[in-house]
């Protein structure tokens, strides 16, 4: 199935509360539900797309680059209710790393903000409880989020005074391979981080850094299919899995754009992956999918600089 779900270049698919959510350059992130076959938007809340960077999903947290500042960060919690609650308000990655590895930065200091840090976020990704966050120097920088438990004070025989505490992040991996080519994608192989940036190279993170090089320049977008080989898609809309080409250059026409125009430029891709249990899939991927056939096959969400997400079988 495909629709229009922005007005701009797709960044992110992903999920949250087993609704579809969607970020883009037209500086909005939305979450779809399907209604009578259609989706519909029922949370759509901005977000600053100054650069490139997608936002990244743990269960009900959103990590976003910072409203004020394209090189720092924010964290939300969105709740079921839709309520949005910000957990981290612009935290200076580039200054707690200088600091010392395992600082911690507590919401609310006076971090600053000047150009002579890493440069802006260019993609997010969690890992192995680990956020690691892509820059346009081509640092990489892992932190871990601390959220302390909240403290019950007895304030009287019936009375109880709640305090809660900021959310923390500490610094736990920092590694600068790609220098000075900026951070296009991250991703995982084995449980293994993964870089791609503007050249032929792709970076593995195991106990020593792995270097696999490719045919072409101009990696987009990394997803992991199974433990031996990658999905990478390029700029020129083209995507391979290991040596073989999944889709080409010339792409199926959506809407009623001018069908001359064939050729657009891979923004982003995601796989949804199938479930042994056929209701616990109709329930996670209903609003993704129209026909339950697809269930019994892993599915390619590629989405366009021009706003469309198409999906394919894989």
Not at 37 to 56: D, G, I, Y
Not at 109 to 117: A, F, K, W
Not at 192 to 219: A, D, P, Q, R
Not at 280 to 300: A, D
């Amino acid at each position: 199935m495909s629709w229009k779900a922005h007005d701009d270049s797709i960044l992110t698919i992903s999920s949250i509360h087993n609704h579809l959510l969607t970020h883009s350059r037209d500086n909005t992130i939305k979450i779809w539900e399907e209604t009578n076959q259609k989706m519909e938007c029922v949370l759509e809340m901005p977000c600053n797309c100054l650069n490139f960077s997608n936002v990244c999903v743990i269960q009900e947290l959103v990590i976003t680059p910072a409203s004020v500042n394209s090189n720092n960060l924010d964290i939300y919690r969105i709740g079921s209710d839709w309520k949005i609650t910000r957990l981290i308000t612009d935290a200076n990655i580039h200054q707690l790393v200088n600091k010392n590895a395992g600082v911690i930065i507590e919401d609310g200091d006076s971090i600053g903000g000047s150009r002579g840090d890493f440069g802006i976020i260019m993609k997010i990704v969690y890992l192995n409880n680990s956020i690691y966050v892509g820059y346009e120097s081509g640092d990489i920088v892992g932190l871990q989020l601390i959220e302390p438990d909240a403290t019950t004070v007895q304030t009287g025989k019936t009375d109880k005074l709640v305090i809660n505490k900021s959310a923390k992040l500490v610094v736990k991996f920092h590694d600068s391979s790609n220098r000075p080519n900026p951070i296009i994608c991250l991703s995982s192989l084995n449980n293994s981080l993964v870089s791609g940036s503007t050249t032929n190279k792709v970076f593995i993170y195991n106990e020593s850094v792995e270097v696999m090089k490719l045919k072409h320049s101009g990696v987009q977008s990394i997803v992991d299919y199974d433990p031996k080989n990658l999905i990478i898609g390029f700029w020129n809309g083209e995507v391979y899995y290991g040596d073989d080409v999944i889709i080409r250059r010339d792409l199926p026409v959506v809407g009623q754009e001018d069908k001359s125009k064939t050729t657009r430029k891979l923004t982003f891709m995601t796989l949804l992956k199938p479930s042994d249990n056929t209701q616990t899939v109709t329930r996670k991927y209903s609003s993704l999918i129209k026909s339950k056939k697809i269930f019994t096959t892993s599915v390619l969400l590629v989405g366009f600089e021009d706003g469309s997400i198409i999906g394919y079988s894989v």
